[in-house]
């Protein structure tokens, strides 16, 4: 009998599995699917000489989280790659906005759209250097974060923190209004904000917005060497190399409570795996509650709670194995990771609008990424290994664009709006559907069915609007990981800080579980070597 059971392999999952083994107990992962990873996975479906990321595939989050900056994956054999540039947001004029790898260059290209505007990216970035690692540890810790909240309360009197914190509510369209006097930095805040599921007049947006950019330019967007799975892969071998065991296939069918206890897991085939002191759940909050543990082991407030639970976007996500470079009009986007592929902050506020309403989006906003820029292994050199993504409604009500897409995702409407991202970039890149050597598509519905946390393609696992973050993730109450059942623990991405791929969720709930037997992990002599 193993002192936990994890349920789900994904990078949450292997990240508490791995402090709870450093912490000396022996620990038992099931996953459901044939391989662990959840949405940080690569294979070659798209072309044998291909490696094509299948969902997460840049990682500044990961570049700066404490959790496995603790956890040494270089010491398996991680290691990380970046592009000549971070991010690039192309206009149809020519003219680019670029997030360079040294923040003067970035300062420098900036000041082309408006003389003023490299001195607005320094003093911005000068902020972000006072208040950025206190403000990082503070995000990736229990709510509330009371040591490292002291110190970023301190960080932030320094730095003029009312204004700061006037700007992180902003809306991203606002802070960049008043930030910048040309179109570059507003793009750079604006498309970053677009990761989540944050239109340009949410409130909060700018927050979002600047924090993204902020860490593109503190540490990049940075890739793993031979695909997003090497992460995995280190992870993985971490874990067992110290003792713990992982299981792919097993799917967990419930959460096996005694007086109010969890005291093991039933997989569906009927197998009871029983836990000593915890169960962790890297799943979904809907799923973890409505159907692992069921209505009768819960209080009635959150399950009326769960009621008002909301995703966030859905995910539309196109590969390609590219005969050559894309041929971006603007000569500046070549060299970057990831591209933003929208007309200015206009096409963004459209984009949003058009989802709000239910609509498919008729000129996508499109997230960009150019892996063999930013990796060179990816594949043979002189072509490139490509996806983009955009979002779509969680339910479509009508479709914006000619094609009449109603989100069934039958073959006809996956080609549709695969064509529609196609098109999309065309304008940016004319020449690029010429370079299409092959293409895989993955609807809503197919991310889901790859990675059931990834509901109908909500790759945040809620969404990331002020009204679900912190204490009132994944519903009001206390913004941690435990749950009404003792022993049992959220250590997914529906856990606060929520989204990403940086650990904190499953290192939430693995640090809970041991505090509640009398340990403290960070104090584990495997914790500081």
Known sequence: MPDAVVIGAGPNGLVAANLLVDAGWSVEVLEAQQEPGGAVRSDRGVHPDYVSDLFSAFYPLAAASPVLARLDLAAEGLRWSHAPSVLAHPLLDGRCAVLERRMEETAAGLGEFAAADADAWRDMYEVWSRVGPDLVQALFTPFPPVRSGLRLAARLRAAGGLRLARNLALPVRRLGEEEFAGDGGRLLLAGNALHADLAPEAVGSGGFGWLMSMLGQSHGFPVPVGGAGALTDALVSRLRRRGGVLRCGERVASVVVRSGTAVGVRTEGKETVSARRAVLADTSAPTLYRDL????????????????????????????????????????????????????????????????????????????????????????????????????????????????????????????????????????????????????????????AMDENLHNGAINNGTTALHQQAIFRPTPGTGRPETPVKGLYLASAAAHPGGGVHGAPGANAARAALRRHGLHPLLHRAQRI
């Open 293 to 448: 543990v069921g209505e009768e082991h819960l209080p009635s407030r959150l399950l009326r709670d769960l009621e008002r639970f909301q995703w966030d976007f859905a995910t539309f996500k196109v590969d390609w194995a590219l005969t050559g470079s894309v041929p971006w009009t603007a000569p500046q986007a070549a060299g970057a990771g990831t591209v933003h592929v929208a007309d200015g902050v206009d096409g963004l506020t459209r984009f949003a609008s058009q989802i709000a309403m239910g609509q498919v989006p008729d000129e996508p906003f499109a997230l960009f990424g150019q892996m063999t820029t930013a990796d060179p292994t990816r594949s043979p050199a002189g072509t490139e290994s490509a996806w983009a993504y955009t979002h779509v409604p969680q339910r479509i009500t009508a479709d914006a664009g000619p094609d009449g897409i109603t989100g069934s995702w039958g073959a006809h409407e996956q080609e549709a709006m695969a064509d529609r991202i196609a098109a999309q970039v065309e304008r940016f890149a004319p020449g690029f559907r010429a370079r299409i050597a092959a293409r895989r598509i993955l609807a809503p519905t197919t991310l889901q």
